[in-house]
């Protein structure tokens, strides 16, 4: 068959045509085999030049249009628009790069680059007139959402999507819901505190026929895909029935005979093996934690409600759409690291801002009323030598915000803040002011040369080299040194690769592009928002969350999906299953099927990204890349070959 | 190492420092300043000795004096945190540390104490009164021998030794090493500044008040030159008693536009007035206005029958010599004067 091909060449104002002679390149491929017009043209992305291709394809009727310009990540999308408005299928267009790969690399020979150029828009013709109209796969998509983690990002996004009518299944690892932000106290801005938040997203949460809720509930597998994931959920039991009566459990939390370090106070109190973390905790129902239970009967003795025969529970569900937000874990300083483990007053933030909850009208620690607190900016994060080069955003408000409390509450507190620069951005500056005109102190140290914490005759001395002050050495002694930690991702993040879900430099869970695309990730249908991400304060969580939700719920919003028709195909003559087309995909898309008599390879076309990596592989070539067929690629290499 | 001291800060507050410790030090201050130079910057340098607490380099500084107060600081300062305010709160503190008799802190910290100090003296002058039986003559005559005594002991038992332990906590503790010879070079320097106070003009704002401050100082000076050695009040020369109405004349309109510009607050420097501050202007122009009138009273030949006026002259008077002078902030002008001729030596 032949095409009626358009060439268009562009100049980029310079930017190719100074390095590269467009008026050669066309002449060279005028006549060539299909061309049907070739241009030149100062900006092919100008508005007149593409009315003008459009013109030109309807006019002309043309079944085929390159485009030699700059990168096609730049503009493929653009001229596949321009065929498609002019009633062309985008397939037909065919992108060639020469700005990039051309005049930019090649600008100290002229010559030579304009004899790529014509090679490469050669090549371009040689796909083009192979080139096909394919049109988008579509497959069903079960209108339902998995959210995974209910914190505040979690429980934000299940809200939203049950207000666009979308079915939510909210899946939440502890047995009781809120996630970090039940641990804090008084939040900045609005002085709520972060039970009351938990409280008015758990009220909304509940009163909703669409959500379905799991507490003490974690993923185990994960089969299926974009549109129809099918999920199994292990619900570990609260081993107490529902509805019981209240008062006696009380009694049956005071006689559990086991104690346990209490991790929702980070460590510092004990807490039953039948517990919840505060008494108006949801749900209303305590839970007995099954690793610490000794099963010693004494709490079923006093409580009718207590049922230690409950079993874990395996649910199966389906969704067209997962949505992460497993959030993260505090950074824990290593041992020695500013004096941790080593000194008996060193906390870290987290700690401190459970402390400054706990205590009432005296800060105390270790037995001892607390004055002067000294805080250490950055641990865990920035770190010259460690990994975390990231910076966890969060922790100089949050800890200017618990020494403003801190100063609030209790009474005659002097607060040190040791600092490599404070970063309260946006609307968080007001904070530092009024730590200023408070009277706390800022000092502020090099990445190389870390504040100093020594103890000598039980006083523990900081010692630092500030900057703010000419370098000098400045001492303070302090009752409590703060260790500002950052975030870190979760130290059990089974569940990301349980989805394959990539993950960035920082170990957190990566998005596709962090400006354009910044809750979508590589795995189609999952949506990750929060703290899974990176460090977000809770505004910047929940905005993430608003926009996963809206982003999980387009892709199953119709009932069905499109998915490029840019994949794998597998003849099923040719293949004899011998899996390495399986290990090479990085995505999962290729399983083992019987065909007949035989096992063969079965693309899953919504999963297949058309990445190629499974062809080269494949010992019988029995891969094929729709639009990258060997045909396609080897007329291309001929071109760029050939004289 | 300097160990932090956060209570140095309800110190200062007590000298009218306020919202210092708001500096994130930005340096905004030190950039604008027109006075601060690479070796001698300021003032956010001592801005951050007062947030730590750093007493003994602050008492070491010079700075704080080679400051006049444009308050091109304080206005550019993006936290509010009143660089130049503070400059004026610390002239105050080292004035009270420099004192060895203590009354200039006590004075400056406490409005009471003030008062009462004025009380005590307006009381004493009175019954001195009494007791000659208000007779104007003798009173008059008398009180031109305390003037000069009062100047004189003034300056030998408080002023000179102040000026020697400002010394001491500049040159001698810190232990700078310089040759005697210097120290008569630069004397020059020190007269220069007293009587010009020719580094104001480096100020750019300043260039009037600089102008009316100079008046000011020729003013005072002629005054009290006219009034105790050529005895104004008693004068029959008329150059003399012009002179005199000429000088005092300076003295209280140059005074009233001081006090009306702190009432009016729109300039920086006259934002902030202390109890201090405004002791000095009033009572300068009260000094000034009342000289005036005692004598035209006297020209009138209306002084007898108003002995009033010339008692309220007196009260003015010998807060100004026993309190202002000594304790107040007067000696401001002779720290200033000095700490240009250390800066001098220093250097």
């Known amino acids: 068959m032949n095409k009626k091909i358009g060439v268009y060449i562009c100049h980029c104002g310079g930017n190719i045509s100074d390095y590269v002679d467009v008026e050669k390149v066309r002449k060279s491929i005028e006549n060539d085999e299909g061309v049907f017009l070739v241009k030149t043209t100062m900006f092919a992305c100008g508005d007149a030049n593409q009315k003008e291709m459009v013109d030109d394809i309807r006019r002309n009727e043309l079944d085929g249009v390159v485009v030699a310009s700059c990168s096609p990540k730049l503009h493929l999308i653009t001229f596949r628009a321009v065929t498609e408005r002019a009633g062309l299928n985008k397939y037909n267009y065919v992108h060639a790069n020469i700005r990039e790969q051309v005049s930019w690399a090649h600008s100290d020979d002229k010559a030579g680059a304009t004899e790529k150029a014509i090679h490469i828009v050669k090549s371009a013709l040689a796909k083009v007139r192979l080139a096909e109209s394919l049109e988008p796969f579509k497959i069903p998509a079960k209108k339902a959402v998995a959210i995974i983690g209910g914190g505040v990002a979690g429980m934000r996004a299940a809200i939203e999507l049950s207000n666009m009518g979308c079915p939510v299944t909210l899946i939440e690892r502890e047995h009781f819901i809120g996630g970090r932000i039940a641990q804090w106290d008084v939040l900045f801005t609005t002085d709520q505190t972060g039970k009351e938040l938990v409280t008015i997203l758990y009220n909304d949460l509940i009163s909703r026929d669409n959500i379905t809720l799991f507490t003490g509930a974690e993923v185990i597998s994960n089969t299926g895909c974009i549109g129809d994931f099918k999920l199994k959920i292990k619900v570990t039991p609260r081993f107490i029935k529902e509805n019981c009566h209240k008062g006696n459990l009380q009694k049956a939390i005071l006689a559990c005979p086991v104690e346990v370090n209490d991790e929702f106070n980070f460590d510092m109190t004990k807490r039953k093996a039948i517990y919840h973390n505060f008494p108006s905790e949801y749900p209303h129902l305590p839970a007995i934690d099954p690793k610490n239970c000794t099963r010693c009967g004494e709490c079923e003795k006093i409580c009718e409600s207590v049922d230690l025969s409950q079993k874990e529970e395996l649910i199966e569900v389906q969704v067209g759409s997962v949505l992460m937000a497993t959030g993260f874990d505090p950074y824990i300083p290593a041992e020695g690291e500013f004096g941790f483990h080593e000194f008996d007053n060193l906390v870290t933030l987290p700690q401190f801002k459970r402390m400054i909850e706990l205590n009432d009208s005296k800060l105390i620690f270790g037995g001892k009323e607390i004055r002067n607190i000294a805080y250490i900016y950055c641990v865990g994060s920035r770190q010259t030598d460690g990994e975390n080069k990231y910076c966890s955003r969060y922790c100089c408000t949050s800890a200017i915000h618990a020494a403003i409390l801190t100063r609030k509450k209790f009474s005659n507190i002097q607060n040190f803040h040791f600092t490599r620069g404070i970063r309260t951005y946006g609307k968080q500056e007001v904070l530092y002011a009024e730590s200023l005109k408070g009277g706390d102190i800022f000092l502020q140290n090099y990445e190389d040369d870390p504040p100093v914490v020594n103890q000598q005759n039980k006083m523990t001395v900081i010692t630092v080299n500030d900057i703010l002050t000419g370098k000098r050495e400045m001492s303070v002694n302090a009752d409590l040194v703060v260790l500002v930690t950052g975030m870190v991702p979760r130290a059990d993040n089974s569940v990301g690769s349980l989805f394959k879900l990539p993950k960035g430099r920082d170990h957190f869970f990566n998005e596709i592009h962090m400006k354009l695309r910044p809750v979508e990730t590589v795995i189609d249908g999952i949506t990750i928002c929060g703290a899974c991400q990176g460090p977000k304060n809770i505004m910047e969580s929940v905005n993430s969350a608003l926009s996963a939700a809206t982003k999980s719920f387009s892709y199953i919003s119709k009932g069905e999906l499109e998915i490029e028709p840019i994949i794998a195909q597998i003849d099923n003559d040719q293949c004899t299953w011998c899996r390495v087309c399986a290990e090479a995909c990085p995505f999962d898309a290729i399983h083992k099927e019987i065909n007949g008599t035989k096992d063969i390879a079965v693309i899953n076309n919504s999963v297949c990204k058309g990445c190629g990596m499974c062809l080269p592989v494949c010992p019988s070539d029995a891969i094929n890349l729709i639009a990258y067929s060997n045909r396609e690629i080897e007329s291309m290499i001929d071109a760029l070959a050939g004289d | ?347």
Not at chain 2, 224 to 238: G, P, Q
């Open chain 2, 1 to 347: 190492m300097a160990a932090i001291n956060p209570e140095f800060r309800t110190e200062l507050k007590k000298y009218g420092a306020f919202d210092f410790n708001a500096c994130y030090n930005c340096g905004n201050c030190t950039a604008v300043c027109s006075l601060s130079t690479t070796e001698d910057s300021f003032p956010r340098e001592i801005l951050r000795f007062s947030t730590l607490g750093l007493q003994d380099d602050i008492k070491s500084s010079l700075k704080p004096w080679l400051c006049y107060y444009c308050g091109e600081c304080s206005t550019h300062c993006p936290q509010e945190a009143n660089p130049g305010e503070l400059m004026m709160s610390l002239r105050r503190w080292l004035s009270a540390q420099y004192d060895w008799t203590k009354l200039s802190g006590l004075l400056y910290r406490s409005l009471p104490i003030t008062i009462i100090a004025l009380l005590i003296t307006a009381i004493g002058v009175l019954a001195f009164g009494a007791f000659e039986n208000f007779q104007l003559e003798p009173i008059m005559k008398f009180a031109h021998q305390f003037e000069m005594i009062a100047i004189a002991s003034v300056f030998v038992l408080i002023l000179l030794p102040n000026v020697i332990r400002m010394w001491w906590f500049i040159l001698k503790k810190p232990g700078v090493k310089v040759p005697l010879s210097k120290y008569f070079v630069e004397i020059r320097e020190m007269v220069d500044h007293m009587f010009t106070q020719k580094r104001a003009l480096e100020c750019d704002k300043n260039r009037f008040r600089w102008f009316e401050h100079f008046i000011l100082v020729i003013g005072y000076l002629g005054l009290l030159f006219v009034t105790v050695f050529l005895d104004w009040f008693a004068s029959k020369n008329i150059f003399i008693i012009s002179f005199g109405y000429l000088l005092s004349t300076i003295v209280f309109v140059v005074t009233f536009d001081f006090v009306s510009s702190r009432m009016k607050k729109q300039k920086e420097i006259s934002k902030f007035s202390q109890p201090a501050d405004w002791l000095f202007v009033i009572w300068l122009f009260l000094m000034g206005f009342s000289a005036f009138i005692v004598r035209l009273f006297i020209d009138t030949g209306l002084l007898d029958k108003n002995i009033w006026l010339y008692f309220f002259h007196l009260i003015i008077l010998v807060q100004w010599a026993l309190i202002i002078v000594p304790f107040g902030k007067w000696t401001h002008f002779l720290y200033r004067s000095f700490a240009m001729y250390f800066a001098k030596i220093k250097a």
